[in-house]
């Protein structure tokens, strides 16, 4: 077997024996451990090649944070249940469920094209693991590149000191991730505010009803909050939500 099918294999095995530990404590712990980290080249690059990709493994869920479309989504289904005032409805779990699967289907092509340029390359073991990274940013490099902002990409440009030549030739992940990432947050806050206006107004509107009746005591949010709802199933909110959301990517 190659260096790379044991560094695989010594993973799952790593993974397994977690999970023995954890579910059999006593029995566990009195088994010998013996990892095989195989017999070419050095376990000491052995070695950290696995401790580099356990760590990558455990960095995974902020790197889908960072260089995909679920950061303005989830943060666009965040306004939209604090303009509805259902506090927990729908709960986290289900807001972030949603808009998971939303950006699965909206980067499922730029993941295929990934796929096929660099991991599928990986494994048939045509490259070496710096190639694939290389080739499989590429696709994500290209995606980021369509949505963000030209003036965020010069804010970290210019702070980093980095020539626009070296930008043009290999645009740093170190410059074009965070400038990507205030873009979103820009454009998650301008679909916010658009969301938030007729929420707004029926909260006005049945306030001041409440203050010529003189019920100023009674909590306008109660009021309110049943009639927000029904004109949000009316007008079908989620569809346009979700289908602007997604159309705003360009898929």
């Given at each position: 077997?190659?260096?790379?099918?044991?560094?695989?294999?010594?993973?799952?095995?790593?993974?397994?024996?977690?999970?023995?530990?954890?579910?059999?404590?006593?029995?566990?712990?009195?088994?010998?451990?013996?990892?095989?980290?195989?017999?070419?080249?050095?376990?000491?690059?052995?070695?950290?090649?696995?401790?580099?990709?356990?760590?990558?493994?455990?960095?995974?869920?902020?790197?889908?944070?960072?260089?995909?479309?679920?950061?303005?989504?989830?943060?666009?289904?965040?306004?939209?249940?604090?303009?509805?005032?259902?506090?927990?409805?729908?709960?986290?779990?289900?807001?972030?469920?949603?808009?998971?699967?939303?950006?699965?289907?909206?980067?499922?092509?730029?993941?295929?094209?990934?796929?096929?340029?660099?991991?599928?390359?990986?494994?048939n073991e045509e490259?070496?693991?710096?190639?694939?990274?290389?080739?499989?940013?590429?696709?994500?490099?290209?995606?980021?590149?369509?949505?963000?902002?030209?003036?965020?990409?010069?804010?970290?440009?210019?702070?980093?000191?980095?020539?626009?030549?070296?930008?043009?030739?290999?645009?740093?992940?170190?410059?074009?991730?965070?400038?990507?990432?205030?873009?979103?947050?820009?454009?998650?806050?301008?679909?916010?505010?658009?969301?938030?206006?007729?929420?707004?107004?029926?909260?006005?509107?049945?306030?001041?009803?409440?203050?010529?009746?003189?019920?100023?005591m009674l909590p306008?949010?109660?009021?309110?909050?049943?009639?927000?709802?029904?004109?949000?199933?009316?007008?079908?909110?989620?569809?346009?939500?979700?289908?602007?959301?997604?159309?705003?990517?360009?898929?």
């Amino acid at each position: 077997m190659s260096r790379r099918k044991y560094l695989v294999l010594s993973t799952v095995t790593a993974a397994t024996l977690g999970i023995i530990w954890v579910a059999f404590p006593e029995s566990a712990a009195a088994q010998a451990l013996s990892l095989d980290l195989g017999q070419g080249g050095s376990t000491t690059s052995t070695i950290v090649q696995l401790i580099a990709l356990i760590t990558v493994l455990s960095l995974a869920p902020s790197l889908l944070v960072m260089v995909t479309s679920f950061t303005r989504i989830v943060i666009v289904l965040s306004f939209l249940r604090t303009a509805l005032g259902t506090q927990q409805t729908p709960p986290n779990q289900v807001l972030i469920s949603l808009a998971l699967f939303v950006t699965m289907f909206i980067m499922m092509p730029v993941f295929q094209e990934s796929y096929d340029t660099g991991i599928a390359p990986l494994i048939n073991e045509e490259i070496d693991e710096f190639q694939a990274f290389d080739r499989s940013m590429l696709p994500v490099k290209k995606f980021m590149m369509s949505i963000v902002r030209e003036r965020d990409l010069t804010l970290f440009a210019d702070i980093a000191k980095v020539s626009d030549q070296e930008i043009k030739d290999t645009m740093p992940l170190r410059i074009l991730i965070p400038a990507f990432m205030i873009s979103e947050l820009r454009r998650a806050f301008e679909i916010g505010f658009l969301i938030f206006i007729p929420f707004l107004i029926i909260d006005m509107v049945v306030a001041s009803v409440l203050m010529s009746m003189g019920m100023m005591m009674l909590p306008p949010i109660i009021i309110a909050l049943p009639f927000k709802i029904i004109f949000f199933v009316l007008v079908d909110g989620w569809y346009m939500v979700i289908g602007s959301l997604v159309r705003s990517f360009g898929t």
